[in-house]
């Protein structure tokens, strides 16, 4: 069964950059695309990035275009996450997560997804 492991998450200055991982276990992530979300106290878990299986197609949820970069190492068989310009203050949780359709669609919905990770916190503080 697929698992997923994040890493890479912690305490950065408003302003910076951190970079997140995604790596699988019990399975290859090649025929998946894979999606990040987000979880902001107070609101819903909601999905900001997807890579498509090939890496050929990324897609962005408008509150990160430009900032965030999805990205994928074959031969690591990892999924990666910049993420420059971070602006929350409070705890946010970042989560990888795979499908089993290779592509991506329109929207990063989060029932498209089948495995999940355990979410790394990122905290943007002064």
């Known amino acids: 069964q697929l698992r997923l492991v994040e890493a890479g998450g912690g305490v950065v200055h408003p302003g910076g950059s951190l970079t997140l991982s995604c790596t699988p276990s019990?399975?290859?992530?090649?025929?998946?695309?894979a999606g990040w979300f987000r979880h902001v106290p107070g609101k819903a878990r909601e999905g900001i990035s997807c890579i498509s299986a090939t890496g050929g197609r990324t897609n962005y949820a408008s509150p990160v275009k430009g900032r965030f970069t999805v990205s994928r190492d074959k031969a690591k068989n990892t999924i990666y996450l910049q993420m420059n310009n971070l602006q929350f203050s409070d705890p946010v949780v970042y989560y990888c997560?795979?499908?089993?359709?290779?592509?991506?669609?329109?929207?990063?919905?989060?029932?498209?997804?089948?495995?999940w990770g355990q979410g790394t916190h990122v905290t943007v503080s002064s």
């Open positions: 019990g399975s290859t992530l090649a025929a998946y695309s």
């Open positions: 997560a795979a499908d089993p359709v290779p592509y991506c669609s329109g929207h990063i919905r989060l029932t498209d997804f089948t495995s």
